[in-house]
């Protein structure tokens, strides 16, 4: 048996036109969450997408797996290593929304994660040496002398971002005098402040 026939046995099944885009989605939502300095709103519509598609391909993945035929297995072998792609970006891009502060961006159950872990980590943090300071030096989120605990945002952080759309995208930086255009495949450095909405409308990508 060739290893060119079973390749191209595995190919007669390609990826649909629908799988491929959301692949592309979910890749460029990964990088664009990395790169900015905040939460950017949940693709819920996608990720529903993505984790159905996900379950089907470990169901093919089972069904094949009961074939002791080889060129069934090798079969296999590729499914596996697809569904080991998707599974990685699914988890980077959870895994860093549940690393954030900015939970009205959350999915339902990112919250209630997210809420669970802090007050883990509360109690830890109480029993261990909180307990001994005085009530007033025990919060967590403590602003007191114009100083937060908390991490904010940095929305003039600067950022790497490329051109989505045929048609130029206009930035323009608050406070400055620069106004300029972005064509397809363009790749700028600007401040996020100034390139948020056209990142989050799909005009930009972060790279």
Not at 42 to 70: F, H, N, S
Not at 92 to 97: A, D, N, Q
Not at 175 to 202: C, H, I, L, P
Request: charged residues 25%; hydrophobic residues 40%.
């Amino acid at each position: 048996m060739d290893i060119s026939d079973i390749l191209t046995s595995v190919s007669t099944h390609p990826s649909s036109p629908t799988q491929s885009l959301d692949l592309q989605a979910l890749t460029r939502a990964w990088v664009n969450e990395r790169v900015a300095p905040e939460v950017l709103p949940w693709p819920e519509e996608l990720m529903a997408r993505v984790m159905q598609g996900v379950a089907k391909l470990i169901e093919q993945v089972e069904e094949q797996t009961a074939t002791m035929d080889p060129k069934s297995n090798f079969r296999v072998v590729i499914m596996q290593t697809e569904l080991e792609r998707w599974k990685f970006l699914i988890d980077k891009h959870i895994l860093h929304y549940l690393t954030s502060n900015q939970q009205n961006r959350l999915s339902t159950s990112e919250i209630q994660y997210a809420t669970t872990h802090q007050s883990l980590l509360h109690a830890h943090y109480h029993s261990s040496f909180l307990a001994q300071f005085p009530v007033s030096l025990q919060k967590l989120d403590d602003t007191a002398g114009g100083i937060a605990m908390v991490e904010v945002p940095d929305a003039e952080k600067a950022v790497f971002v490329r051109g989505l759309r045929s048609d130029p995208v206009r930035v323009s930086v608050e406070g400055t005098d620069m106004d300029f255009q972005v064509g397809r495949g363009e790749v700028v450095v600007v401040r996020w402040s100034a390139v948020k909405n056209a990142v989050e409308d799909g005009d930009l990508e972060c790279v």
